[in-house]
């Protein structure tokens, strides 16, 4: 797995935690494919935890895959979006 600091850790956690975001956003903004952000929320979430995102995660409307969206999907962004994550990704 590629080392991370705490800030960027946190902040896939966060993005990861997130229904709209998908794994694709991650790996653009972090260089981390799906499969190390799923052993990533293994190794830090605790076990109940790991296994309620994972349930989200593989549910069907789960938006976490870009194959996955609909599109015809409505996606809210905060105005602060940018301020927030400095994600590169954004911008669009």
Same mark, same amino acid.
């Given at each position: @797995?590629?080392?991370?600091?705490?800030?960027?850790?946190?902040?896939?956690?966060? @993005? *990861?935690?997130?229904?709209?975001? $998908?794994?694709? *956003?991650?790996?653009?903004?972090?260089?981390? $494919?799906?499969?190390?952000?799923?052993?990533?929320?293994?190794?830090?979430?605790?076990? &109940? &935890?790991?296994?309620?995102? +994972?349930? +989200?995660?593989?549910?069907? $409307? &789960?938006?976490?895959?870009?194959? %996955?969206? $609909?599109?015809?999907?409505?996606?809210?962004?905060?105005?602060?979006? +940018?301020?927030? &994550?400095?994600? %590169?990704?954004?911008?669009?």
């Amino acid at each position: @797995m590629k080392k991370l600091n705490e800030r960027d850790r946190n902040r896939i956690i966060e @993005m *990861a935690w997130e229904d709209r975001t $998908p794994f694709e *956003a991650i790996e653009f903004q972090f260089g981390l $494919p799906a499969k190390e952000v799923i052993k990533l929320m293994r190794t830090t979430l605790k076990r &109940s &935890s790991f296994n309620l995102w +994972r349930k +989200r995660v593989n549910s069907g $409307p &789960s938006q976490k895959h870009l194959k %996955k969206q $609909p599109d015809d999907m409505v996606k809210f962004k905060s105005t602060r979006q +940018r301020q927030i &994550s400095l994600n %590169k990704i954004s911008k669009r």
